[in-house]
């Protein structure tokens, strides 16, 4: 079997700071991954080396989805290859309609799969659906780019999206920070309700009380640019009771 | 001097075109005449025409006199139910004794002494007598209507005055617009051409206290139609003006924008927008006078300039000796979509008072970067990112707009537009 996401000994950074420094994981058709770790770690950064964001340079090692080398597409390839990125701190942009945007973003995968665009009525449809899934407002749609949202609706219209574009690996980066108690169980609900034996997740958290909605596969922790540890979803338990100290990162020193 | 200028002033003194005119306006074109005659015709040493080239109106032989034209396009915006009253070559081409009216409502013509006693005190006053092309438009229109709203009067429907410019033809039409107190009305001025062709429409606004007036002017005029307009605001206490401007750009095309605080606690919004393809120009020039304290001003101007297409932008804000507690903003914002594209922007803010809030700005905007990549990361095609990252820009002022038929015409014209602009 081909496995969906393969990183092997990623190294990659900005300008001349090297940020991911041998990074290693296997990710499997239909798994839920945990990735958690401190501040700084490195876990935004490889959702960005994923996705193909300028300014971000592969100096080593490789990534492959579904057997097809990311790091040569184009970052709309990569979209349309089926990997989506929820953002931590999604962009604002005045004067682009949800909706358009939205529609744009499904009818792009749609053409390159080689089926009819949906109409303006077909996708409607659909995103009002997703819209009530994700409990934003229908006026959410008609409104800019996430123009004005708050913190937690930014990131119901990141999961929003994902239900509409139905990506074969979502990397959602830290999603459930600024949510409060009721937005958490919403959106960890329309992740689950996108769990399929087909599709597989990395989720970004500093929180254990996410991973009691999604249930992870595996529970890794990422720090200084490399997985120092991984294992099942007790590893989040203990980091949540225990802080990292018992993997000695408040001794990491930066290697020259 | 202009060959023009002189047919224009040879024909205003014609006792022909006086005998046609109502007693109260023969008065006030005597007064504007007189002061034509001392200005002096504009070259580009004169400040307001510094960027703007009067080149191909000066030499021409003017045609003041009306055409009679039998057959036009009429501009739809559709799903929008308006009265509709159209200025075709200087003639007022609408029969307005067939329409029923809304009470409160009175649509005169220009030439009927019924409007004396809304027009005779304002007509000519409320728009600067600095206008060049104002005085030539006081001196020669003679297609126009007075609008009187009044009192209390919410008039729901919008009322459109559609200015047609043929080939060959002059088109000097004229209006004033009374919204008497608590009244409101909708006011949208919807000039096209492309044909050569002089347009100057010029309108008066009236706006007295706790009234409210929504007003659109879209100077559509292309390649030979030239245009110099000009709208002009009178603003009383508590009142309410919202103006939204769309050009595209001529070889000569220039706007006037002039609002004048009379009473406090008045809130203006502008929202202007032009779209420059070709070797398109276009001039608009704002002045604010705020001259009461406590007035509320916010203009939006964001500007589309592709490729030898040229834009010009005055955006002045006079704050008076007495105008405390004013808030003015101002922001210029323009997109270049080719390097041989030109911009010449001038925000000027002149503050006589110490207790206001001002902010104004002008920026040449690139693109963003972090939304570009958004717009990828979901598979969304570069150059479609692009048209629409640029197009938001526009987009952003069309999203104000209150009536969604307007709303949804503009964003399907100008996108066309501007894709149209990306691919030459
Ligand atoms: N543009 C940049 N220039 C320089 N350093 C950068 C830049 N972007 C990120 N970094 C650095 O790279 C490191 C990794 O950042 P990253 O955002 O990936 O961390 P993270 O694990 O997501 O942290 P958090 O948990 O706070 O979200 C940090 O030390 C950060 O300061
Ligand atoms: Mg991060």
Redesign the interface.
């Given at each position: 079997m081909v496995n969906m996401l393969s990183i092997k000994n990623l190294h990659a950074g900005i300008e001349e700071k090297n940020i991911l420094k041998g990074l290693d994981l296997t990710i499997n058709p239909g798994e839920v991954h945990a990735i958690m770790g401190p501040n700084g770690a490195g876990k935004s950064t490889l959702g960005y080396v994923l996705?193909g964001?300028?300014g971000y340079e592969v100096t080593e090692g490789e990534a492959t989805l579904n057997g097809q080398d990311l790091l040569d597409m184009?970052?709309?390839e990569?979209?349309?290859a089926g990997l989506?990125?929820a953002?931590q701190y999604?962009?604002e942009?005045?004067?682009?309609?949800n909706m358009?945007?939205?529609k744009?973003?499904v009818n792009?995968?749609r053409i390159?799969r080689g089926q009819e665009e949906y109409t303006a009525g077909e996708f409607l449809k659909l995103a009002k659906e997703a819209c009530k899934q994700v409990q934003l407002p229908l006026d959410f749609l008609k409104r800019?780019?996430n123009e004005g949202f708050s913190g937690g609706e930014k990131k119901r219209n990141e999961i929003m999206?994902m239900i509409l574009?139905q990506p074969s690996i979502c990397f959602l980066d830290e999603t459930d920070s600024g949510l409060d108690v009721d937005a958490l169980k919403t959106v960890a609900d329309g992740v689950n309700s996108q769990r399929s034996p087909e599709r597989s997740f990395v989720v970004v958290t500093h929180y254990q009380r996410l991973l009691d909605y999604i249930k992870p596969d595996f529970v890794h922790i990422l720090a200084d640019g490399k997985i120092i540890k991984s294992g099942d979803a007790s590893l989040a338990l203990k980091i949540e009771n225990e802080g990292y100290g018992f993997l000695g990162l408040n001794y990491v020193e930066e290697k020259a | 001097m202009s060959q023009w200028l002189e047919d224009v002033i040879a024909h205003a003194e014609q006792p022909a075109s006086n005998e046609l005119a109502a007693t109260w306006l023969a008065e006030q074109r005597n007064s504007s005449l007189k002061k034509l005659k001392e200005q002096k015709w504009p070259t580009r040493r004169t400040e307001a025409w510094a960027n703007t080239s009067l080149v191909s109106v000066e030499s021409r032989n003017a045609k003041p006199t009306p055409a009679n034209i039998t057959s036009w396009d009429k501009p739809a915006i559709p799903g929008l139910d308006s009265i509709d009253i159209y200025f075709v070559g200087g003639q007022l081409k609408t029969d307005l004794s067939t329409f029923t009216l809304p009470e409160g409502l009175s649509i005169y013509t220009l030439q009927d002494e019924k409007a004396e006693a809304v027009a005779a005190s304002r007509f000519a006053q409320i728009k600067p007598e600095r206008h060049i092309f104002g005085l030539i438009n006081d001196a020669i229109a003679n297609s126009g209507v007075v609008i009187d709203v009044a009192e209390n009067a919410i008039i729901d429907t919008p009322i459109r005055l559609i200015h047609l410019a043929n080939d060959g033809v002059e088109n000097h039409s004229r209006v004033l617009v009374n919204v008497a107190k608590h009244a409101k009305v909708t006011i949208i001025e919807h000039g096209v051409g492309e044909e050569d062709s002089v347009n100057t429409s010029m309108s008066e606004f009236d706006v007295a206290d706790n009234a409210t007036l929504y007003h659109y002017r879209f100077a559509l005029f292309t390649q030979k139609a030239l245009h110099v307009g000009g709208c002009h605001f009178q603003v009383g206490a508590s009142s309410y003006i919202n103006s939204t401007i769309v050009a595209f750009g001529s070889d000569l095309s220039k706007l006037n924008i002039d609002v004048n605080y009379t009473g406090e606690h008045s809130n203006v919004d502008i929202n202007a927008m032009y779209l420059l393809a070709e070797g398109e120009a276009f001039d608009l020039q704002s002045t604010i006078e705020h001259a009461v304290p406590n007035g509320t001003s916010n203009e939006k101007v964001h500007g589309i300039i592709g490729d030898r297409a040229r834009a010009n932008f005055g955006g002045r804000i006079h704050i008076h000796r007495d105008a405390q507690k004013t808030l003015a903003q101002l922001n210029n914002r323009n997109l270049l979509l080719s390097r041989r594209a030109l911009i010449n922007t001038k925000p000027e803010l002149e503050i006589y008072a110490d207790d206001v809030r001002c902010a104004h700005g002008a920026t040449i905007a690139e693109i963003d970067d972090e939304s570009l990549y958004y717009l990828l990361t979901r598979g969304i095609p570069r150059s479609q990112a692009l048209i629409m990252l640029n197009f938001g820009f526009i987009q952003e002022l069309i999203n104000d707009i209150e009536i969604d038929p307007i709303r949804a015409w503009l964003t399907d014209m100008l996108s066309t537009r501007f894709k149209s602009m990306e691919v030459s």
């Open positions: 996705s964001r300028d184009e970052i709309e990569r979209a349309v989506f990125l953002f999604p962009v942009i005045p004067g682009v309609s358009v945007f939205m744009e973003s792009a995968a390159a800019g780019v999206q574009l | -």
